[in-house]
């Protein structure tokens, strides 16, 4: 009886997995395939990789989404971070009430985000552009920061700021020593986490970005309008691990994190 | 002893809440004056402002004649050890110890030296490579009074070091504060809600409560001669009675009269009188001024603690001796050991006095 349920459970959490990742599997397979018919198999091929990196549209595309990942997500800790300091000062009733309104944004639905990012930027006469994607992926990628820095000040001893400044440090000295080594892994996992959520948006950036300037998830999706070519697969395939890759590298940042505490005990 | 510190009427308050009100207070050269009283009663605040991390909102902080009201933390000649020492975890203890240094551009054989010297003095050389985080409580708390004294403060803040001590190295390191203070002869203020350790060690108690000074005085003054019943009923056990001033030298006790040595009362007034337990004798029956019954008897190590009912008044005594349960003894207090005290003449007094 036991192992039989045990069995149960195993094809139970295989399909689960089947459902999720049977999709992408394919799409990685495809993006081998040297046949264009979806339908048949013409055997391994590396063709598709190599024409996408001599796609002019791609390789900017490519450019833009990292270049608006890298500035977002430094914009957002830098700002993150200093909401954080603020927010630390705070009696605990106020600063519930900032943590859920800054929560919001990233439980909203992204069109929501999208379609009035792009109705405030055209409102106020903002060309739409990369300027634009810019500041809209800062604007999401705030949260991330806090949500992640937020804990690392809770657990901050106040006194060890004050102790600095007691010594002769000037307040931004006294920062930089005491309180940025301990906050440190939060704006790590912070930075990850945004640069992974900058890199994954579509919808957001194709309500707020203007003619000619393609993020990799927005080109991919006009050229899809005009037919699939085996070259989107295999964009989609290495954008799936790279996401991938840094999420794997935000959880052992944030695992490290928690080891780092128990070495404190 | 030439005056050092001097807090001018100073206020403070958090929204509504009164933090301190008016308070004035006077700090020599080379002394350790301790600020006692219970958690809420303002003492914190009171470091806090000398130190710089709290600015008043009325009044005056004078350092050495010159006003260091507005002055932030970082230019100020005193140092601050903090409750829960607030070392800085990713450095080793040499690196702590050097951090005010460092920053004063100090060169690194002087600092190098001065780190020693520190260790030497609260015991822990050869510590200097060791991480913050390996060391047991008492051994951080040293390194905390280290890093702030090699700063060579005029004076030395305490903000209740030794709270999170056990006893045993708490009563250690209270003989080592004594030691440390006499080797450097500088002003400590040290702030705790421990009577016992501010009788120890201080050379001058302030007690506080609400935001108001009680008393100030030296620790036989405090805990012999307290102005007033909260003073008596902070420091140390204590029967806190009310009683009628007969006259000069006569007090009566619940009807009973009790010669006293206080003067200058006037006549049939209402006053709080305070009788230390161990200054309560037990007689035998009818041998004291009044007798009463033992209702309890605790033993409490160095002595026996008694209740003894007394007309329908509890009277606590401490003596070497036993009295038993149900046992009729008679009472007798010498004169000297009666404090007579004025009862709280405004309703802000009363509500200091009650409740702490």
Same mark, same amino acid.
């Given at each position: 009886m036991k192992s039989r349920a045990r069995f149960l459970k195993k094809i139970y959490i295989g399909l689960i997995f089947i459902f999720m990742y049977a999709p992408i599997v394919l799409l990685i397979i495809q993006s081998f395939?040297?046949?264009? &018919?979806?339908?048949?198999w013409g055997g391994f091929t590396l063709e598709w990789y190599r024409t996408l990196f001599e796609d002019a549209g791609i390789i900017q595309a490519f450019t833009t989404t990292i270049t608006v990942a890298l500035i977002s997500s430094a914009v957002a800790v830098v700002l993150g971070t200093a909401a954080c300091v603020a927010m630390q000062r705070m009696g605990r009733r106020r600063k519930n009430i900032i943590m859920g309104v800054t929560n919001i944004p990233m439980l909203n639905a992204d069109i929501v985000t999208g379609v009035s990012l792009m109705l405030l930027f055209m409102s106020i006469g903002m060309q739409l552009g990369y300027g634009t994607v810019l500041l809209s992926h800062i604007t999401f990628n705030i949260p991330y920061v806090i949500l992640n820095v937020m804990p690392r000040f809770n657990e901050l001893n106040p006194h060890v700021y004050e102790a600095a400044l007691d010594l002769g440090a000037n307040p931004v000295y006294a920062f930089a020593r005491t309180v940025l080594p301990e906050i440190m892994p939060g704006i790590g996992s912070g930075a990850l986490m945004a640069f992974t959520m900058s890199l994954d948006d579509f919808i957001i950036t194709h309500f707020t970005t203007g003619a000619g300037v393609y993020t990799l998830s927005t080109k991919i999706y006009s050229e899809v309008k005009m037919g699939i070519k085996p070259e989107i697969y295999a964009l989609s395939s290495m954008i799936f691990v790279t996401v991938l890759v840094l999420l794997v590298l935000v959880n052992r940042v944030q695992h490290q994190m928690v080891r780092g505490e128990g070495d404190e005990e | 002893m030439k005056e050092l510190i001097h807090l001018k009427n100073i206020s403070k308050s958090y929204g509504d809440k009164v !933090?301190? *009100?008016d308070l004035s207070l006077v700090i020599h050269e080379n002394e350790f004056v301790t600020l006692l009283? $219970?958690? @809420?009663?303002g003492k914190t605040t009171t470091l806090r402002i000398l130190g710089g991390f709290e600015t008043p909102d009325k009044g005056q902080v004078i350092f050495d004649g010159r *006003? !260091? +009201?507005?002055?932030p933390p970082n230019k100020r000649n005193l140092n601050m050890v903090f409750q829960n020492y #607030?070392?800085? +975890?990713? /450095?080793?203890v040499a690196d702590n110890i050097a951090f005010g240094l460092k920053i004063k551009k100090k060169d690194s054989s002087y600092i190098n030296e001065k780190i020693r010297y520190a260790l030497k003095l609260v015991n822990l =050389?050869?510590? =200097?490579?060791? &991480?913050?985080?390996?060391?047991?409580g008492g051994q951080q708390q040293r390194i905390a009074i280290a890093r702030a004294i090699v700063n060579e403060p005029r004076v030395l803040l305490l903000d209740e $070091?030794? @709270? #999170?001590?056990d006893l045993k190295l708490r009563q250690d390191m209270q003989y080592e504060l004594i030691r440390l203070k006499n080797e450097l002869g500088i002003t400590f203020v040290y702030v705790t809600h421990d009577q016992q350790e501010a009788l120890t060690m201080s050379d001058t108690i302030v007690v506080m409560n609400q935001g108001y000074i009680q008393q100030t005085g030296s620790p036989e003054k405090i805990y012999n =001669?307290? =102005?007033?019943a909260f003073v008596a009923d902070f420091i140390g056990d204590s029967n806190l009675f009310p009683a009628v001033m007969?006259? *000069?030298?006569l007090v009566a006790i619940d009807g009973t009269e009790f010669d006293c040595? *206080? +003067? @200058?009362? @006037? +006549?049939n007034r209402p006053v709080d009188i305070v009788i230390r337990p161990e200054d309560v004798k037990l007689k035998n029956?009818? /041998?004291?001024t009044v007798n009463g019954k033992v209702t309890d008897l605790i033993f409490k190590g160095v002595h026996y603690e008694m209740c003894v009912d007394v007309k329908g008044r509890e009277w606590v005594a401490h003596s070497t001796r036993p009295r038993y349960v149900g046992e009729t003894v008679g009472i007798t207090v010498d004169p000297y050991n009666i404090q007579v005290m004025n009862k709280p003449a405004s309703e802000d007094e009363e509500a200091a006095a009650v409740n702490e």
């Open positions: 395939n040297k046949s264009k &018919s979806r339908a048949k | !933090i301190l *009100d009283g $219970p958690s @809420g009663c *006003d !260091i +009201t507005n002055l #607030a070392l800085f +975890t990713h /450095m080793t =050389e050869g510590f =200097e490579n060791r &991480s913050v985080k390996t060391l047991s $070091p030794l @709270g #999170a001590l =001669e307290p =102005e007033n007969v006259r *000069d030298r040595v *206080d +003067t @200058g009362f @006037g +006549t029956e009818n /041998m004291g």
